[in-house]
């Protein structure tokens, strides 16, 4: 099927390992999107990339850093992982003409 | 700094009508969106206003104002399943899309 695929969906670190959440999409968008979802505070923008080449800060980028290997795939990396970054990552990719996001099923991180 | 406001909660009886307001402070504006998120899922695009008045799909309908930063996503003929959270969300520009906090739905029978 179509959509987003973003991998692993669960991981549990501790504080100051790194790692790697991996983001795929197979609908030939131009843009993708990392986004942190915390109880009560919605959905924050970490990082976007408007199109292949291009990486741009959101809300949030503090922690972070991304890479855009392609036009399918948009990583994000935790160079040292925190507490605060606890959360559920969703990856999206952008129907230019629909303006409609599409979401991957999400990733949920525990830094303990 | 960049602003989207809306409800925490809303509780609702099935069949009734409801409606959720968003309003919001940006530093661009090309759109508002509405999106779905029913526990432990991912967020699903309900609906897209580029330009002022009511679009409307099916039992959802969207509105908006660019003159007072405000726009609505109403729900008619409730369903239990519609019970989920709702996030209205706006593209600010270059593609950067921010989200509200998102308003949880409550339907009871």
């Known amino acids: 099927n179509a959509g987003v695929t973003q991998t692993p969906k669960f991981q549990v670190l501790k504080t100051g390992q790194s790692m790697t959440l991996q983001c795929a999409q197979d609908?030939?968008?131009?843009?993708m999107y990392w986004y942190r979802q915390d109880p009560g505070m919605g959905l924050r923008l970490i990082y976007y990339?408007?199109?292949?080449?291009?990486?741009d800060k959101g809300e949030v980028p503090n922690g972070y850093n991304v890479s855009r290997l392609n036009k399918r795939e948009f990583s994000l990396r935790l160079e040292s992982a925190a507490p605060s970054q606890t959360s559920v990552y969703f990856c999206?990719?952008?129907?230019?003409?629909?303006?409609?996001?599409?979401f991957g099923a999400g990733s949920r991180l525990t830094v303990l | 700094g960049q602003s989207l406001e809306q409800p925490s909660e809303v509780t609702a009886v099935e069949g009734a009508i409801v409606q959720i307001n968003c309003t919001y402070q940006?530093?661009?504006?090309?759109?508002l969106s509405w999106y779905q998120q029913h526990d432990g899922g991912a967020p699903t695009f309900l609906s897209y206003?580029?330009?002022?008045g009511l679009e409307e799909t099916g039992r959802f309908s969207s509105f908006l104002s660019r003159s007072d930063s405000y726009g609505y996503l109403l729900l008619q003929e409730l369903q239990m399943k519609d019970s989920a959270s709702y996030f209205c969300a706006v593209r600010t520009g270059g593609f950067k899309t921010i989200f509200g906090a998102g308003t949880r739905l409550f339907v009871k029978a």
């Open positions: 940006t530093s661009g504006f090309y759109g």
């Open positions: 990339s408007a199109s292949e080449g291009t990486t």
């Open positions: 206003n580029a330009l002022d």
């Open positions: 999206a990719s952008l129907d230019r003409w629909a303006n409609v996001l599409t």
């Open positions: 609908m030939n968008h131009n843009s």
